[in-house]
């Protein structure tokens, strides 16, 4: 059964960097497009970023652009989220997410495998 653990989470004062991990196991995740998501208390989930297994597709959130980069390991099956420049407002969970195919899509609904989440605060 694919699954998706999440880490790397944690609290880091607004500038601060962290980097989330997604391991994913269970199955083989080549050809699939791997995506991180966030949902802050008492918001929706929105998308964050995504990348093709290739890496040759990537999509980035306009929130996000410039201060998050998103990599993967496919030898690993390990997909990362670097975070820099951190700001308060990018306080949430953080859910990795899986589908098939190479269309780096945004909407959360099109992801078939989800990760439990992690927390990651950022203070002012």
């Known amino acids: 059964q694919a699954q998706l653990v999440e880490s790397g989470g944690g609290l880091v004062q607004a500038g601060g960097s962290l980097r989330l991990s997604c391991a994913a196991s269970?199955?083989?995740?080549?050809?699939?497009?791997m995506g991180w998501f966030r949902q802050a208390a008492g918001k929706e989930r929105e998308f964050v970023a995504a990348m093709y297994w290739n890496g040759g597709n990537t999509n980035y959130a306009d929130s996000v652009k410039g201060r998050f980069t998103i990599s993967r390991d496919n030898a690993k099956n390990t997909v990362y989220l670097q975070m820099n420049s951190l700001k308060p407002e990018d306080t949430a969970v953080y859910y990795c997410a899986a589908r098939q195919g190479g269309a780096v899509v945004t909407t959360s609904s099109q992801y078939v495998y989800w990760g439990q989440g992690t927390q990651v605060t950022v203070s002012s």
């Open positions: 269970g199955r083989t995740f080549s050809y699939y497009t």
